[in-house]
């Protein structure tokens, strides 16, 4: 499955569509946004029950909330930069505070939006979601755990945030053998040396630095800490506990992130040295989304170096 490549984005509009073919009490928002966040499927299978608002995010997460308090659960869906941070306020006031259940599914997070640039290229959703009381954050590594997200957050009550790439991405995860739980993180490979944690795009990146890591005698423990909240505090003290050393791993600003929220955990329960490897306090600039992630030290060579630098 590794070589098949497959945009998060995708996964959540077929999804959706298989979703809506079981149960009828949901409805999906968009902004205009339909073809590049894939609610467009939706929207072609079920067009009673998709609406439209336009490039009016803040009305759109306002009528998700209004048919959220009417009983039903909707899924409201544009690029990070705008839910996230566009309509923050309405998020936090009117789907946070009642804890409706809004199901925020956000495409064209991080770096990888590439091409479209900084204005796009949200690194901080993921800090502002965590930061509002009750909300779900889930930020799937590949095509078979955003499906799985898709699912769970249908089926956990109150807000919930998915954060969705634009890149195609290798899929790593065994849709046979793979189980999702909300606030649960996966052991992908075992290790004894250092605790590489890592979500979205970068548990792959992740992985690859393993094997590099295993042929100069270093032993990682990968991680994939797909909820970022609740997090998986247990996985993470016994995993620290064990190798001592964590690297954490985000396509995200290193501000507020998986990478604090990691530190958060170990701070308070087992202090260990971490190092924090993400966007660190400056935004992107528009190129190719491999390019970019390269630059930015977002891929296995970067995950390498961020471990022998802890290591040494």
């Given at each position: 499955?590794?070589?098949?490549?497959?945009?998060?984005?995708?996964?959540?509009?077929?999804?959706?569509?298989?979703?809506?073919?079981?149960?009828?009490?949901?409805?999906?928002?968009?902004?205009?946004?339909?073809?590049?966040?894939?609610?467009?499927?939706?929207?072609a299978a079920y067009p009673d029950r998709f609406f439209d608002a336009g490039?009016?995010?803040?009305?759109?997460?306002?009528?998700?909330?209004?048919?959220?308090?009417?009983?039903?659960?909707?899924?409201?869906?544009?690029?990070?930069?705008?839910?996230?941070?566009?309509?923050?306020?309405?998020?936090?006031?009117?789907?946070?505070?009642?804890?409706?259940?809004?199901?925020?599914?956000?495409?064209?997070?991080?770096?990888?939006?590439?091409?479209?640039?900084?204005?796009?290229?949200?690194?901080?959703?993921?800090?502002?979601?965590?930061?509002?009381?009750?909300?779900?954050?889930?930020?799937?590594?590949?095509?078979?755990?955003?499906?799985?997200?898709?699912?769970?957050?249908?089926?956990?009550?109150?807000?919930?945030?998915?954060?969705?790439?634009?890149?195609?991405?290798?899929?790593?995860?065994?849709?046979?053998?793979?189980?999702?739980?909300?606030?649960?993180?996966?052991?992908?490979?075992?290790?004894?040396?250092?605790?590489?944690?890592?979500?979205?795009?970068?548990?792959?990146?992740?992985?690859?630095?393993?094997?590099?890591?295993?042929?100069?005698?270093?032993?990682?423990?990968?991680?994939?800490?797909?909820?970022?909240?609740?997090?998986?505090?247990?996985?993470?003290?016994?995993?620290?506990?064990?190798?001592?050393?964590?690297?954490?791993?985000?396509?995200?600003?290193?501000?507020?992130?998986?990478?604090?929220?990691?530190?958060?955990?170990?701070?308070?329960?087992?202090?260990?040295?971490?190092?924090?490897?993400?966007?660190?306090?400056?935004?992107?600039?528009?190129?190719?989304?491999?390019?970019?992630?390269?630059?930015?030290?977002?891929?296995?060579?970067?995950?390498?170096?961020?471990?022998?630098?802890?290591?040494?």
């Open positions: 499955m590794a070589n098949e490549k497959i945009a998060t984005r995708q996964s959540y509009g077929e999804e959706l569509v298989a979703l809506g073919a079981e149960h009828d009490d949901f409805v999906v928002f968009d902004a205009d946004l339909a073809a590049a966040t894939q609610t467009g499927k939706f929207k490039i009016a995010e803040n009305n759109m997460i306002g009528m998700a909330a209004g048919v959220a308090a009417a009983g039903h659960v909707a899924f409201a869906s544009t690029f990070a930069m705008f839910a996230a941070g566009r309509s923050f306020e309405q998020i936090r006031n009117s789907v946070g505070y009642p804890h409706l259940n809004v199901k925020i599914c956000a495409t064209h997070a991080g770096i990888s939006v590439g091409e479209d640039g900084a204005t796009h290229q949200c690194n901080e959703d993921i800090a502002l979601m965590r930061a509002v009381p009750g909300m779900t954050v889930v930020v799937p590594a590949d095509d078979v755990e955003a499906r799985a997200a898709v699912r769970a957050a249908y089926a956990t009550d109150g807000p919930f945030y998915v954060r969705l790439g634009r890149l195609a991405v290798p899929v790593v995860n065994d849709p046979e053998t793979f189980e999702f739980q909300v606030g649960k993180g996966i052991v992908m490979r075992e290790g004894s040396d250092v605790t590489i944690v890592a979500c979205g795009l970068m548990v792959q990146a992740a992985l690859e630095a393993a094997e590099t890591l295993a042929c100069r005698g270093v032993s990682a423990e990968v991680i994939d800490m797909h909820t970022v909240k609740p997090i998986d505090a247990d996985l993470i003290v016994a995993s620290a506990a064990k190798t001592g050393r964590v690297v954490t791993c985000e396509e995200h600003s290193v501000i507020g992130g998986l990478g604090d929220a990691v530190c958060g955990v170990l701070a308070e329960k087992c202090p260990v040295p971490v190092r924090k490897l993400g966007v660190r306090d400056v935004f992107g600039e528009s190129g190719p989304a491999a390019d970019l992630l390269h630059r930015y030290g977002l891929d296995a060579e970067g995950v390498v170096r961020e471990v022998e630098a802890l290591l040494a």
